[in-house]
T-cell receptor
Framework: NAGVTQTPKFQVLKTGQSMTLQCAQD?????MSWYRQDPGMGLRLIHY???????DQGEVPNGYNVSRSTTEDFPLRLLSAAPSQTSVYFC?????????????FGEGSRLTVL | GIQVEQSPPDLILQEGANSTLRCNFSDSVNNLQWFHQNPWGQLINLFY???GTKQNGRLSATTVATERYSLLYISSSQTTDSGVYFCAVRKSGTASKLTFGTGTRLQVTL
């Protein structure tokens, strides 16, 4: 039982490049989400999903796309990276789609956009 | 949206000391969690505590939902307790998301 797995752990991009951060969970959780963490700002929700085929925007969705084709996977896509997207990204999942339940985090992906 | 305030923002303790961290929130909640982010950046679940009191070893937490606050107690602190402690809440009746406070940064010295 690996929990929540994120890849890659580190990535450097040039402005305008695209990339996908991968997130997978093996706990059969309905709810999955992406957060970004910036110094002094805590964690802010980017996008979330309450089940396969269902996604919604969080607080800071601009510049990011998501999809949820399976229960296990929830990739985050940056279509045209900008320096403002330099951050640490966390994927998280929980069992309950209704009340979020106890949220479990992956180990994070540190992204630098030059 | 719901506001989450944590205090103090920074705390320095000597090993063996006790501390209390506070989380205030601006609306009714049906989900509250405490996390510890260690110096390596990992977010570790401490408590899922929308109400009541829980204890886990040297750590305990109390949430008084009617008064909109939660407390995290750390007793006999150790250097491994260093890091940032986050409180996160979900407003009752809203879409499934947790809103995080900005954290309390704890440093435990020898």
């Amino acid at each position: 039982n690996a929990g929540v797995t994120q890849t890659p752990k580190f990535q450097v991009l040039k402005t305008g490049q695209s990339m996908t951060l991968q997130c997978a969970q093996d706990m059969n959780h309905e709810y999955m989400s992406w957060y970004r963490q910036d110094p002094g700002m805590g964690l802010r929700l980017i996008h979330y999903s309450v089940g396969a085929g269902i996604t919604d925007q969080g607080e800071v969705p601009n510049g990011y796309n998501v999809s949820r084709s399976t229960t296990e996977d929830f990739p985050l896509r940056l279509l045209s990276a900008a320096p403002s997207q330099t951050s640490v990204y966390f994927c998280a999942s929980s069992y309950s789609r209704v009340s979020t339940g106890e949220l479990f985090f992956g180990e994070g992906s540190r992204l630098t956009v030059l | 949206g719901i506001q989450v305030e944590q205090s103090p923002p920074d705390l320095i303790l000597q090993e063996g000391a006790n501390s209390t961290l506070r989380c205030n929130f601006s609306d009714s909640v049906n989900n509250l969690q405490w996390f510890h982010q260690n110096p390596w950046g990992q977010l570790i679940n401490l408590f899922y505590i929308p109400s009541g009191t829980k204890q886990n070893g040297r750590l305990s937490a109390t949430t008084v939902a009617t008064e909109r606050y939660s407390l995290l107690y750390i007793s006999s602190s150790q250097t491994t307790d260093s890091g940032v402690y986050f409180c996160a809440v979900r407003k009752s009746g809203t879409a499934s998301k947790l809103t995080f406070g900005t954290g309390t940064r704890l440093q435990v010295t020898l």
